[in-house]
């Protein structure tokens, strides 16, 4: 079944440590990618997205992604986490023309002080 | 301005009643989605509505019937709940273009935990 695949479901890190979450999709053909996050107690919102151009996409907060079309991958990465980046970290995937967002299941970050 | 918002933000019930959630944006988006997150934080559609039409249905019991007076709002009720019931349900909205999501991002609510006894 197509999917999108997030491997790591808990990750701790310490104050400053480089990030990277992976990501992984199925589906062949175009795709438009993205990044959500969920702090604790609060709704998701968009940390950045891709639909075409320059593979690295930057977004809010310091965060980027690069997708990479042969791995089927769009990881997320952050060169220095802080406490507060401690959050649920999904990724989505809209495939073609297809009308819905396919969220992965979500990785949690733990940034210890 | 609360963008899109959810009541109520918690649930509890026992098994059997029935019960609903009610969803509003003040976006002027034409699409609202409900989702369901289960105890692993899995979030998977069940339902849009694009300008008061169903467009999505996945495959969800149909004790589940989704609503939408107008494209403003979405609610979503519940009948005969059960245990597996149990889930933060979160409301989103959207521009569509066509088939296409706008910039293909969604708007979340804060979501509404069910507990079902």
């Known amino acids: 079944a197509q999917s999108v695949s997030q491997h790591n479901h808990h990750v701790i890190l310490s104050e400053a440590a480089s990030l990277e979450l992976g990501c992984n999709y199925s589906?062949?053909?175009?795709?438009?990618l993205f990044w959500y996050v969920q702090y604790p107690g609060q709704h998701l919102q968009l940390l950045l997205k891709?639909?075409?151009?320059?593979?690295l996409v930057k977004g809010i907060k310091g965060f980027e992604a690069e997708f990479i079309k042969s791995k089927f991958s769009f990881n997320l990465r952050k060169p220095s986490v802080q406490w507060s980046d401690t959050a649920e970290y999904f990724c989505?995937?809209?495939?073609?023309?297809?009308?819905?967002?396919?969220f992965g299941s979500g990785t949690q970050l733990t940034v210890l002080p | 301005d609360t963008a899109v918002s959810q009541t109520p933000k918690y649930l509890v019930t026992q098994m059997g009643n029935d019960k609903s959630i009610k969803c509003e944006q003040n976006?002027?988006?034409?699409?609202m989605y409900w989702y369901k997150q289960d105890s692993k934080k899995f979030l998977k559609i069940m339902f849009s509505?694009?300008?008061?039409?169903?467009?999505i249905n996945e495959t969800v019991p149909n004790r589940f019937s989704p609503k939408s007076p107008d494209k403003a709002h979405l609610n979503l009720h519940i009948n005969s709940l059960e245990l597996g019931d149990s889930a933060v349900y979160f409301c989103?909205?959207?521009?569509?273009?066509?088939?296409?999501?706008?910039?293909?991002?969604?708007?979340f609510g804060e979501g509404s935990r069910l507990t079902v006894l």
């Open positions: 989103a909205s959207s521009l569509r273009a066509g088939t296409i999501i706008v910039a293909g991002e969604l708007f």
């Open positions: 589906y062949g053909g175009t795709v438009n």
């Open positions: 891709y639909f075409s151009g320059d593979p």
């Open positions: 989505a995937v809209i495939p073609g023309s297809a009308r819905q967002l396919t």
């Open positions: 976006l002027g988006h034409d699409t």
């Open positions: 509505y694009n300008n008061k039409e169903l467009i």
